[in-house]
């Protein structure tokens, strides 16, 4: 697949096996010293464009307590396709281009894969 330049600080993220259509994703941001407002702002402007996009059933932006200026997404999607639309918005591509020097490393996504068990409507994201 190739990547658009600002895909540079996205890492592809693509399960091998897909066991359910939802998507569930952590992104964790690490700006660099002294940047920490300026990201969280350009961050923050990303949370009402992308909660009006087809699929966005979950994209909560979180401080994290203990290391004070980074930021953590916690996101869910209806779909793999909603996801990649998402990561190709307009909205995206302005905000990694406007934070590009101002972050220590690309953005760290992960997927997550829930583990059934207990009360379904208390263990999903």
Known sequence: MRRRPWQTLLPTVRPEEETVSEVVILATV?????MESDVEREFSALLEPTH???????YALHRVSE???????VERWSSREALD???GSAH???CI???EDKLEGPVDIVTLDPIRGGDASKNRV
């Open 67 to 73: 290391r004070p200026g980074q930021l953590v997404f």
């Open 92 to 94: 995206i591509a302005t």
């Open 30 to 34: 690490s700006p660099k010293p002294g």
């Open 85 to 87: 639309a998402h990561a």
């Open 52 to 58: 009006a996009e087809d699929g966005c059933e979950l």
């Open 97 to 99: 281009a406007a934070c």
